[in-house]
């Protein structure tokens, strides 16, 4: 990918106006479809009126999650829906495809078709972006939610992966006391050498727990009716994982917690970062393709 190529930036959300934004100012003939619904209207990208003038483009960059339901490309601010079998045949051969989470399915028929593929959702430098974004916006969430200040709050994070490890520094950099339960026993080693206070989740009800805010970052569901018993009535409950959940709403609404749903929150909360970061990431893949060539 050099600057010689021309970009087409289909769907997405804002974010993904920014990475054309971006990709533009380094130099790329970027342009956007599907974008017609957002308001102000983002003028300083050309826009393409038609989806197959578009995809003509010798690069062509999807959202993030390129889809949702498997079927049409997630563009929530495009006037029609905009199916993959629309993409599909109307992709002339030879073009490169970045998509993020894209559907095995369509990443399959693309290549069939004589398109080259790559998901920038799997690169590990994006995951810790925006892992990065999704902490700082959430530690904002809680300034706003919790009735207590941070400094001396009591927290529980359940899990400690890539958004765990920068929630639980973010929190202590306000003087929360932080309390990370997590099933790897590598996760909770980092979590007590960064000053935390680190435990099997399995121990967790072990005894009462008493806790201003819990926080799930784990993508399965760990948190359930036996270990809401274990907590405080009026733990504040934040939950940021995608479905199947980590915590159980229903038996949180029937034990009368307050749950806060908070997905996404790189996209809501810091779209020019996170796009300038996905644009970043697709230059990389781009970058370490013509290495390797």
Sequence with gaps: MTAKNTVSVIGGDSRLLYAARRLGSKGFDSRVYGFELYTPPFEEIPAEKKLNEALLSDVIVFGLPCSRNGKTLWAPFCETEITFEDIIKNVPCGRTVYGGMMPGAMKERLKNGGCTVYDYGESEALLLYNAMLTAE?????????????????????????????????????????????????????????????????????????????????????????????????????????????????????????????APSLPGRYSPLSAGYFIADAIENIAGEVENSG
């Design 137 to 261: 916006a959430l530690t904002g969430i809680l300034i706003t939610k919790l009735p207590c200040s941070l400094s001396g709050a009591d927290i529980a994070i359940t899990g400690y992966g890539r958004i765990g490890f920068y929630l639980a520094r973010f929190l202590r950099s306000f003087g929360a006391k932080v309390t990370v339960f997590s099933r790897d026993p590598a996760g909770l080693a980092r979590a007590q050498t960064l000053g935390m206070e680190a435990q099997h989740l399995k121990s967790f009800c072990d005894k009462k727990r008493w806790f201003s805010a819990l926080i799930n970052t784990a993508p399965s569901q760990i948190i359930g009716r036996k270990e809401l018993e274990a907590l405080n009535k009026d733990c504040v409950l934040f939950e940021t994982a995608s479905a199947p959940f980590g915590i159980d709403a229903r038996a949180s609404e029937e034990l009368g917690f307050t749950l806060h749903s």
